[in-house]
């Protein structure tokens, strides 16, 4: 008797966590939309993928943690507390669901809505080796860290130095200081991590390769004399005629640029973030 008890306790463990490993519509929170009206939907953390699961609604990703609904105009008659369908969400670590539902009036439809984190799914997305979060630990530790000085360049009265280089899982973590000795503010343009030719014949083009970083961490506008930032990219190798540049432009009038260039062999002696700065 005890023995039929027991294996039906274990049969009901079972049944209760498969049950609630499913999600259905009845437990999905539900989101109200309008054709008028824009919908959108804010994670924590950059999105790295959206599934819109009817061609009743339409969505973009205007920026890397927000997206945009809004049902489609003139396909057909929707009544009130119909579902259009569900939109599923996945970023760096976790994803959620909700099922988008019809309202004929504009003032219910969902102008605003945050990702809580009772809506959030533990995810290991296998596309992310290091989240945007670890990324920012990590190189807020390496902006505080000493500079071992590997290279650095100087023009317009302005230097600009190599501090440090930090390997971390498949990416580089680029630390480097903008000093200048004017009184003229820097208002930074752009900053660019390049991979270029090291020299150029006559009559030849450099061949440039922008390299877009996984991260930044220093977003200022401007500097007067000191700037320091960490520049996340994905690791590379590249051969002994191409060069890895660090470049920082002004904006126009003044259109000011220095940039670093760096070589293979600093690259090759990138330290290992858990040996260096623990």
Same mark, same amino acid.
């Given at each position: 008797m005890n023995t039929h008890r027991f294996l /039906?306790?274990?049969?009901?463990? /079972?049944?209760f966590t498969a049950v609630n490993a499913q999600k259905t519509m009845d437990c999905m929170q539900l989101l109200t939309v309008n054709e008028n009206i824009t919908t959108v939907i804010t994670a924590s953390e950059p999105v790295r993928f959206v599934d819109i699961s009817t061609d009743k609604v339409v969505g973009d990703q205007p920026i890397s943690n927000t997206i945009r609904l809004k049902p489609k105009e003139?396909?057909?008659?929707?009544? *009130?507390?119909?579902i259009l369908g569900v939109v599923t969400i996945v970023t760096e670590r976790y994803r959620s669901q909700y099922g988008l539902v019809y309202t004929s009036r504009p003032e219910e439809a969902v102008t605003d809505k945050t990702i809580l984190l009772d809506e959030r799914t533990r995810y290991d997305n296998p596309a992310v080796s290091l989240s945007t979060e670890d990324m920012a630990r990590?190189?807020?530790?390496?902006?505080?860290?000493?500079?071992?000085?590997?290279?650095?360049s100087k023009k317009h009265k302005m230097q600009i130095a190599l501090n440090n280089i930090y390997?971390?899982?498949?990416?580089? %973590?680029?630390? /480097?200081?903008?000093?200048?000795? +004017?009184n003229i503010r820097f208002d930074i343009d752009q900053l660019k991590i390049k991979l270029q030719d090291k020299k150029k014949a006559k009559a030849t083009t450099v061949q440039t390769i922008d390299l877009e970083p996984a %991260?930044?961490?220093d977003r200022s506008p401007s500097f007067l004399h000191g700037y320091r930032n960490v520049v996340v990219i994905r690791?590379?190798? /590249?051969? *002994? *005629?191409?060069?890895? +540049?660090?470049?920082?432009?002004?904006?126009?009038i003044s259109g000011r640029t220095i940039s670093l260039k760096v070589k293979y062999s600093d690259?090759?002696?990138a330290d290992a973030f858990s040996r260096s700065l623990k």
């Open positions: /039906f306790f274990i049969m009901s463990v /079972f049944l003139g396909v057909e008659v929707n009544r *009130d507390g119909d990590y190189a807020r530790r390496i902006w505080l860290s000493p500079s071992k000085g590997i290279r650095s390997s971390v899982g498949e990416y580089f %973590f680029l630390d /480097f200081s903008v000093y200048n000795r +004017t %991260f930044t961490l690791k590379l190798t /590249f051969p *002994d *005629d191409k060069i890895l +540049t660090i470049e920082l432009s002004e904006k126009q690259v090759l002696s």
